[in-house]
């Protein structure tokens, strides 16, 4: 009440004409967002006050701890994530044991370790992939009946990657739950990303004024904060958003999500590139930035040569270290899930650029336009994190000079399946399931193109900096095509025992086209469940191939068997026979264009791998043709991203 007072004077003393005509506390409320919004910095604090006095999505200076581990080299894994892996292999074997004695296989003689990852694309990756997830849940009815549901309690690494760290994220701070009901009770996928559309003043004052707060700490702040928080509102649990606290952290979760603090969710991991100011990167030089619940770091630095990389412990991120020490003062707080989230994705910080172009002077578009006046045009796209490895001398260190490090979001660079921090020797992974969303065909279906890319990047750092990425050959995007790779699931690495065996699922339109552009960042009830169903059904191939759950259950234990093609045994030996890549590489321009139609892929009814009764009349209908008049097949960005603001904005009456 207090506050009320105090804020009521200050409108009327400081600004006369917002307080005339005031009738109740929603007008009052709304002019005075309204009057934040306009202000400076200094005034948007004095609101924020007013509002709560929540500054919680600034980091906080904490007292530094005695003794600390600051920085480590890249050779061993976190000792959070150590004792995190005791817990989750508990839960793995058991659900190993279960998942092979309902398919009639043996229990293989070591726990597997497996990592799911899902690929970057907007909301359409965060849905279709975490309906690859639900396929292997055994809470969803349609995944048991398929034989699948059950898988994903053996899951012991969840890696996303711009949209992927969406799914990742999100999925996690909820507790895993069903993604069905992710989607019924916490995201609001109908509401715009950027615009939502209830309370708009209160939702802008108060998220510029924690981006505000965060600059005040001593903190670059960037397009990326802003979007960090919208992201919050849609996909995080209700109490971490503005109305509550918008002060999540990666490094929090383990002990807020009880099941993951207890082993039984699988470890997020959620990767950024590196662009330095001037620098121009592509996936053979980039370096990869991990964000865990324990700690960031990379396992390679530099960009011309790799070397060794290093890691700190994510909870203490944003405190100044120089040589691995600190000077007194620390900080916490610069990991909050949303920001990583929104550092992931920076490719989507251009659809806020976006306003900038526009010519309205509402208050909102206005103080988004102050903003982008200071940031500029080159550096739209980046996150800044002060450098850890700053003055770091314990090594070969080429980022030692850097004050802050530039993040961006690493589909960037094509890379754009998440599966170097799976490729690690340290982290002895067995098995990748690769859940493939990426917008690549001129149909917006994945066309392998991305997983290609990591291939040749490892084959250059290997040969180039002997850095070890342990990744089995894959073809080419022309090869994926010719060879259907990316209609149906493949498994790639089958006889190279060095590596993981990647087990390849590309979306599909088993059931729908949820081949949605990227930037589509509204979902109806009905295409948002139809797509996350679809995902789910390119995993569980629809329950249509009765080999298939044995098949993948193959797949996912191989290593643990150390099976070779000498011993493996003769169900496995069938699976791998049809499900493996063969080798061949048809790199010639593909005759045709890519445009599966809906149904089951024409590879598995050749093959004659699915059900007689499913094959043959195609649903072919032409559901697709009612999402291109819905103009939702524009191509790039800049289309569609004007699209977006031009509609929801006239919607909302900013623009
Ligand atoms: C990365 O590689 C590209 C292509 O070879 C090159 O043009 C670019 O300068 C390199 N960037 C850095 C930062 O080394
Ligand atoms: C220590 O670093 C902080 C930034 O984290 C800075 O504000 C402070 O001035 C530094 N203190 C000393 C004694 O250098
Ligand atoms: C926004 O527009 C202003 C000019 O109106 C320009 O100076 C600034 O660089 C732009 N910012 C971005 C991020 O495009
Ligand atoms: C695959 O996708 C990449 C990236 O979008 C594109 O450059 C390439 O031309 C595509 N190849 C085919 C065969 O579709
Ligand atoms: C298969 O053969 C390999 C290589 O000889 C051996 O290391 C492995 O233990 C064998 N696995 C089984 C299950 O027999
Ligand atoms: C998918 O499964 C459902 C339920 O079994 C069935 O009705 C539908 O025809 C199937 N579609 C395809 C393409 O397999
Ligand atoms: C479908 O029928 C063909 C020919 O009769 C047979 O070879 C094939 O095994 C059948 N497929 C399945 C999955 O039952
Ligand atoms: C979706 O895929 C179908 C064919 O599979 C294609 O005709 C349609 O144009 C695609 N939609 C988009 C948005 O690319």
């Avoid at 209160?202 to 707060?213: C, E, H, R, T, W």
């Avoid at 990167?281 to 700690?295: D, G, I, K």
């Avoid at 707080?333 to 172009?357: C, H, K, P, Q, V």
């Avoid at 917006?444 to 084959?459: E, L, M, V």
Wanted: glycine share 10%; charged share 20%; aromatic share 10%.
């Amino acid at each position: 009440m207090m506050k009320y007072i105090i804020f009521i004077t200050l409108l009327l003393s400081v600004t006369p004409e917002a307080a005339h005509g005031l009738h109740g506390p929603h007008e009052l409320a709304v002019d005075a967002a309204q009057w934040a919004l306009e202000g400076h910095s200094h005034e948007r604090y004095l609101a924020r006050t007013f509002f709560g006095g929540d500054v919680s999505y600034a980091p906080e200076k904490v007292s530094c701890p005695e003794e600390k581990e600051w920085l480590w080299t890249a050779d061993k894994l976190a000792k959070g994530e150590k004792a995190f892996l005791e817990k989750r292999e508990k839960v793995v074997k058991i659900a190993v044991e279960k998942m092979m004695n309902q398919h009639e296989l043996p229990v293989p003689p070591r726990t597997p370790v497996i990592g799911y990852a899902i690929s970057g694309g907007g909301y359409r990756s965060m849905i279709t992939g975490l309906g690859g997830m639900m396929g292997m849940t055994k809470e969803s009815p349609e995944a048991v009946k398929a034989g699948t549901g059950g898988w994903s309690d053996a899951i012991t690494y969840m890696a996303g990657l711009s949209g992927g760290s969406w799914a990742t994220g999100s999925w996690i701070a909820n507790n895993g739950m069903l993604p069905t009901d992710l989607l019924k009770q916490v995201w609001d996928l109908k509401s715009n990303l950027i615009y939502p559309d209830n309370d708009k003043f209160f939702f802008y004052s108060n998220l510029i004024g924690q981006v505000d707060a965060k600059r005040e700490a001593g903190f670059p702040t960037q397009l990326s904060d802003y979007w960090a928080l919208a992201l919050s509102e849609q996909l995080l649990p209700k109490a971490y958003r503005l109305k509550g606290h918008p002060d999540l952290t990666m490094s929090q979760l383990p002990s807020i999500v009880k099941r993951l603090g207890e082993g039984d969710l699988p470890m997020p991991i959620i990767v950024a590139s590196q662009r330095e100011e001037g620098e121009y990167v592509v996936a053979q030089n980039s370096t990869v930035w991990e964000f865990t619940p324990y700690s960031f770091g990379s396992w390679a630095f530099g960009s011309k040569k790799k070397v060794p990389g290093g890691f700190t412990p994510i909870e203490y991120l944003g405190t100044r270290l120089n040589d691995g020490k600190v000077n007194g003062t620390c900080y916490k707080g610069i990991d909050r899930l949303g920001y990583i989230m929104g550092t992931s994705a920076t490719l989507f910080n251009g659809l806020l650029l976006e306003l900038n172009s526009t010519n309205s002077n509402s208050i909102i578009v206005k103080a988004i336009k102050d903003m982008l006046y200071e940031i500029g045009k080159d550096r739209f796209d980046v996150s800044r994190i002060p450098n850890p490895f700053k003055g770091w001398s314990a090594q070969e260190n080429p980022i030692k000079e850097f004050e802050y490090l530039t993040l961006v979001d690493a589909g960037e660079t094509d890379q754009n399946l998440p599966l170097e921090p799976l490729l690690v020797p340290e982290r002895k992974v067995d098995a990748i399931i690769a859940f493939d969303a990426s917008r690549q065909t001129i149909t917006s279906w994945p066309n392998g193109s991305s997983i290609h890319t990591t291939f040749n990047r490892a084959c250059i750092l290997h040969e180039r900096d002997d850095t070890q990425i342990k990744m089995p050959e894959v073809p080419t995007s022309n090869g994926f095509i010719n060879g259907r790779l990316n209609t149906r699931p493949t498994f790639f690495g089958c006889e190279d025992q060095t590596t993981p065996l990647i087990v390849y699922i590309p979306q599909y339109p088993w059931t729908y086209y949820s081949n949605k552009s990227t930037f589509q960042l509204e979902y109806d009830d009905h295409s948002s469940l139809e797509t996350m169903l679809n995902g789910m059904r390119s995993l569980t191939l629809n329950n249509t191939v009765p080999t298939w759950p044995r098949c993948l259950s193959c797949a996912l234990t191989d290593r643990s068997f150390s099976y070779t093609s000498h011993n493996r045994s003769d169900v496995c030996a069938q699976c791998f026979k049809t499900f493996c890549w063969d080798g061949k590489n048809d790199d010639s321009t593909p005759k045709h264009g890519y445009s599966p139609v809906m149904g089951v892929p024409d590879w598995l009814e050749d093959m004659h791998l699915a059900k007689n009764h499913s094959i043959g009349g195609k649903d072919g209908t032409d559901g697709w043709k009612d999402e291109i008049k819905a103009g939702l097949s524009e191509g790039g960005l800049k289309d569609w991203a004007t699209e977006v603001v031009k509609k929801v904005g006239k919607k909302m009456g900013v623009i």
